[in-house]
């Protein structure tokens, strides 16, 4: 149901490796015959912790949410479900061609179908790992043209089967929000990434479906008294930079972009949820919702939010890059006072690079230059 984007929407070269832990792995064998091994083993030797372990408090049952991708990944329609993360995975993608440096090798953690995957050339890349904890949708994923790529079974919070200083590049596509140890996942991706290396990832933000989430707790208090978390939480804009900080990334970029999507009503974005394999997997979360609340969910959200065509669901879509910090470059701080514009005049820097002609920007140049060698 692909329906519009404020984006609005309307509704090989491949290596063999053996890893341990139980780890399965899925390649293209002779003749194109398809290989999938130890998947039964890894669902159910897995160890999906459900309480606090250590200092980590755990907010997802990992364990229900390998169930759920499972079954994402094995109903027949499971494409018709793919449009937003597609729509994300495209736009994230394409953040790798502004990154101005050879990137050899990437893994895309959590790749889920390969919506992102699918839109990486040679011209990025030379050879991708593509990882995911739930068999069936690393399976299921459509892999990059024209590059080499190897599939890997890899629990985002485990220790992750690779070396450290192997990858160039790691990008993550809507996936680490499910993640209870997002600060341990990130220090594995620093681990694993090479000095000057790159990690660019997107995910979903705090005003996520906060329509559906304010209908839910009005329906219930009006019809049990009370209410319990239905959908997950999401990390807030404000912690991402911290967190990625603290685990050693520099030279940030964090922005913010909304998808709204319109549906019929309460119960198709239900429906599309549970097929992205992006239904509640919180450990606190109540085991049913009663259907008189459901169905009082569904007036609240049509009178307070919807339109004559149906109604509106918001995803915020949070998008970051840090980088792996290289000892050997060197930074070098201007001279105080040597600035040639003034922060009182930005509103004039497009009047002021006109006025500077041609000659003004060769000079330009030309300075950027030597200070770029002055660096080396």
Known sequence: MKLGIKNCLFHCHNKYLAFPHGCGFWGIGLFG??????????IHSSNFATSKQGNVVNVFDRHTKLLQRERAARNPD????????????????D??????????????????????????TDAELKHLYMSDF???????????????????LIDEEQKFPLESKFLDLVISNL????????PGCLKEIYRVLKEDGVFLASMFGGETLYELRSSLVLAELER???????????TEIRDIGGLLNQCGFTMLTIDVDEIIVGYPSLF??????????????????????????????????QEMYGKNEGIPATFQIIY??????????????????????????????DEMVRKAGMEGRIKFMKDEMEDLGKDK
């Open 134 to 152: 739930s068999p069936s949708m690393l399976e299921s994923a459509q892999t990059p043209e024209n590059i080499g790529f190897t599939k890997i």
């Open 175 to 182: 996936n680490l929000h499910w993640v209870n140890n997002l």
């Open 33 to 42: 015959q398809e290989i999938f091994t130890s998947v039964t083993q890894w």
């Open 268 to 301: 198709e974005l239900m429906w599309d949820l549970q097929g992205m394999a992006e239904n509640n997997a919180g450990v606190s979360r109540k085991p049913h919702l009663h259907r008189d609340t459901l169905l009082a969910a569904s007036a609240i959200y």
């Open 224 to 234: 049990e008294g009370g209410f319990s978390p239905h959908i997950s939480p999401f």
């Open 95 to 120: 953040r790798i061609l502004d990154i101005k440096r050879e990137l050899k090798i990437g893994l895309d953690l959590g790749c889920g179908r390969g919506y992102a995957t699918k839109h990486i």
């Open 78 to 93: 499971v494409a018709v479900f793919d449009y937003l993360k597609e729509e994300v995975g495209y736009r994230l993608s």
């Open 320 to 349: 970051m890059i840090g980088w792996k910090p290289d000892p050997k470059q060197k930074v070098h701080q201007a001279e105080r006072g040597s600035g040639q514009i003034s922060l009182k005049d930005l509103d004039k820097l």
